[in-house]
């Protein structure tokens, strides 16, 4: 998360860029940088904590038994491997607790406009 900012930043000024939709983001997994990149976007769209968790836990989902064969070789590449709710919740109450809260995070940290995002989502 940390290390990410100026990415995540960089995200956030293409979503308020106006004329940037429809707009696709992915990845392989949709876990790490793509997944907190997800959870961060309908954070600053209102969306209620317990559903941003809930569509992070969709990965969990959609990668069962993607990783078997390399977890059986390498059990200590479980955790990269994995999607945990404990994984979103850290990051999270890490942004609550050194950030004042997600709201805080998304103006201070990464310049989001909370009020065009929110705009944005209603058109």
Same mark, same amino acid.
Request: with cysteine; glycine share 8%; hydrophobic share 35%.
């Given at each position: 998360?940390?290390?990410?900012?100026? =990415?995540?930043?960089?995200?956030?000024?293409?979503?308020?860029?106006?004329?940037n939709a429809p707009l696709l983001?992915?990845?392989?997994?949709?876990?790490?940088?793509?997944?907190?990149?997800?959870?961060?976007?309908?954070?600053?769209?209102?969306?209620?904590?317990?559903?941003?968790?809930?569509?992070?836990?969709?990965?969990? =989902?959609?990668?069962?038994?993607?990783?078997?064969?390399?977890? =059986?070789?390498?059990?200590?590449?479980?955790?990269?491997?994995?999607?945990?709710?404990e994984y979103i919740e850290a990051?999270?109450?890490?942004?609550?607790?050194?950030?004042?809260?997600?709201?805080?995070?998304?103006?201070n940290n990464l310049g989001v406009?909370?009020?065009?995002?929110?705009?944005?989502?209603?058109?």
């Amino acid at each position: 998360m940390r290390h990410c900012q100026p =990415q995540y930043t960089e995200f956030f000024k293409i979503l308020q860029g106006g004329n940037n939709a429809p707009l696709l983001s992915h990845c392989s997994a949709g876990k790490d940088r793509a997944g907190f990149a997800a959870a961060l976007f309908l954070s600053s769209l209102g969306v209620d904590r317990e559903t941003v968790i809930g569509d992070y836990m969709l990965s969990a =989902q959609y990668l069962k038994g993607k990783y078997d064969k390399e977890i =059986q070789a390498h059990p200590e590449l479980e955790p990269l491997l994995t999607v945990k709710r404990e994984y979103i919740e850290a990051a999270l109450n890490t942004i609550d607790k050194e950030y004042g809260g997600m709201e805080n995070y998304l103006t201070n940290n990464l310049g989001v406009d909370l009020g065009k995002m929110r705009e944005l989502y209603a058109k």
